[in-house]
Nanobody, 121 residues
Framework: QVQLAESGGGLVQSGDSLRLTCVAS????????VAWYRQAPGRERELVAG???????NYADSVKGRFTISRDNAKYEAYLQMDSLKPEDTAVYYC???????????????WGPGTQVTVSA
């Protein structure tokens, strides 16, 4: 069984920084693309940033230049460095990964439970 877990959320002030971590555990074969999503109250979940196995990245326009996604393939970890945070960044942040388990069972898309990020003005 593969699981994802996020950590690093919290309450910060506008302009502060946070670093989110996503850890994959279980019977992991290959971790392909990893992405961070967020969902604010009353809004749909949106893509924040993604990174491929080869390290290619993409970002939502709203976070370009402020957020940086990275990964450590040896540790099965991914990170989201968030700088110059704004109140509109307040949301629950979710880690999503395309993972091939060591024993294929038809499931390849995994989500973590989320971590709350709150930015006060």
């Amino acid at each position: 069984q593969v699981q994802l877990a996020e950590s690093g959320g919290g309450l910060v002030q506008s302009g502060d920084s946070l670093r989110l971590t996503c850890v994959a555990s279980g019977s992991i074969g290959i971790v392909n693309e990893v992405a961070w999503y967020r969902q604010a109250p009353g809004r749909e979940r949106e893509l924040v940033a993604g990174i491929t196995l080869e390290g290619r990245t993409n970002y939502a326009d709203s976070v370009k230049g402020r957020f940086t996604i990275s990964r450590d393939n040896a540790k099965y970890e991914a990170y989201l460095q968030m700088d110059s945070l704004k109140p509109e960044d307040t949301a629950v942040y979710y880690c999503n990964a395309d993972i091939e388990p060591t024993v294929p069972n038809g499931q390849y898309d995994f989500w973590g439970p989320g971590t709350q990020v709150t930015v006060s003005a």
